[in-house]
């Protein structure tokens, strides 16, 4: 027995031993294999939306992107120049969080009642701030109350910027509740954008439930594009065509211009050059409505802002009437042009 003690101690010794080794790879294991898990939940994106916060950075700027984060959410954020300059670390937590950081404005004055050279410098300076604080120079600009015209746009581009305005307004400035802006957004369509504000506590309490009704819809949040001003992949890749695509074929321009405009609707001529035959995509921004077309046969995607107009042999030039329901200041943008 004294000889065999030694033996039975020391294979006890050893089995402890594996078995630590054994219950520490399964550990190790366990850990990797949760690091590397995908969610079976992970969303299928058949189409990309524009989440947007103007007004900010804000005190309540660090609230927001916690809420967006733990939604899993990239969003465009239209700052003021002047909060950025006074709320840097906030500006950076933006960027920081993933977020894309654009341009509105200085101080959210009435930019339209301004001289061309008030309109350059009030702009550069915004961006200037943005881009001393986030190191990104913005690629996008918002008129503050949707209020624009040729002028303003012609010096965001001059700047480098495309003007971006809504296709939906959550009316959270408006005291919507959070159910109100929950259903305002579930309006959204894929490419479309939203607007929505920085501060304001009823917004960030209807992130969950806007993320849970796209979710439901196969649309994802994505990127403005600084080309076409509607939301895309967020790596810049188009979405999906939510309308029925025109017809194979070769290229055509199709060239736009405002001929009238009343207090409650404006008419537009489309001029297509190219092709005798052909197809053009026009879209308008939520909520205008086009009421008569001429020139053309055209149809309507789902949410009736995109119009697909084909030529009927009324020659090269069509035209419609856009009412304005409320929002004077936008006007249409050519999609495409295809011949055939």
């Given at each position: 027995m004294s000889r065999l003690f030694p033996r039975t101690a020391l294979w006890s010794r050893r089995l402890r031993a594996a078995l630590a080794v054994l219950a520490t790879a399964v550990a190790m294991c366990g850990v990797v294999l949760a690091a590397t898990s995908t969610p079976s939940s992970a969303a299928t994106c058949n189409g990309y939306v524009g989440l947007t916060f103007d007004d900010g950075p804000t005190g309540s700027?660090?609230?927001?992107?916690?809420?967006?984060?733990a939604n899993g959410v990239r969003a465009t954020m239209f700052n003021v120049g002047q909060n950025v300059q006074n709320n840097r670390s906030a500006a950076q937590a933006q960027v920081s969080?993933?977020?894309?950081?654009?341009?509105?404005?200085?101080?959210?004055a009435h930019m339209t009642s301004m001289s061309q050279?008030?309109?350059?410098?009030?702009?550069?300076?915004?961006?200037?701030?943005?881009?001393?604080?986030?190191?990104s120079r913005p690629v996008l600009f918002r008129p503050p109350y949707g209020e624009t015209n040729s002028t303003l746009q012609s010096v965001a581009s001059s700047l480098g910027m495309r003007q971006v305005l809504?296709?939906?307004?959550?009316?959270?400035?408006?005291?919507?509740?959070?159910?109100?802006?929950?259903?305002n957004a579930s309006r959204l369509?894929?490419?479309?954008?939203?607007?929505?504000?920085?501060?304001?506590?009823?917004?960030?309490?209807?992130?969950?439930?806007?993320?849970?009704?796209?979710?439901?819809?196969?649309?994802?949040?994505?990127?403005?594009?600084?080309?076409?001003?509607?939301?895309?992949?967020?790596?810049?890749?188009?979405?999906?065509?939510?309308?029925?695509?025109?017809?194979?074929?070769?290229?055509?321009?199709?060239?736009?211009?405002?001929?009238?405009?009343?207090?409650?609707?404006?008419?537009?001529?489309?001029?297509?050059?190219?092709?005798s035959?052909?197809?053009v995509v026009v879209a308008i921004t939520s909520p205008q409505r086009?009421?008569?077309?001429?020139?053309?046969?055209?149809?309507?995607?789902?949410?009736?802002?995109?119009?697909?107009?084909?030529?009927?042999?009324?020659?090269?030039?069509?035209?419609?009437?856009?009412?304005?329901?409320?929002?004077?200041?936008a006007r249409p943008q050519i999609r495409s042009c295809t011949s055939g």
């Open positions: 700027t660090s609230a927001l992107l916690n809420v967006l984060r969080a993933g977020m894309w950081v654009a341009n509105h404005s200085w101080n959210h050279a008030q309109m350059q410098s009030d702009l550069s300076q915004t961006s200037s701030a943005i881009q001393s604080a986030t190191g809504w296709d939906v307004d959550s009316q959270d400035w408006n005291g919507a509740s959070v159910s109100q802006i929950v259903a369509q894929a490419g479309q954008v939203i607007l929505m504000h920085d501060g304001i506590q009823n917004t960030r309490d209807a992130i969950p439930q806007i993320m849970a009704n796209l979710t439901s819809r196969n649309l994802c949040p994505g990127m403005i594009s600084p080309s076409t001003g509607r939301a895309v992949a967020p790596d810049g890749t188009t979405p999906p065509p939510t309308t029925t695509p025109p017809p194979s074929g070769g290229t055509c321009t199709a060239t736009a211009a405002t001929t009238n405009v009343w207090g409650d609707r404006y008419n537009t001529s489309v001029t297509v050059s190219g092709a035959t052909w197809t086009i009421s008569t077309v001429w020139n053309g046969t055209a149809t309507w995607d789902s949410s009736g802002t995109v119009m697909t107009m084909r030529s009927n042999g009324s020659g090269n030039t069509f035209g419609f009437t856009t009412m304005t329901n409320g929002n004077s200041s």
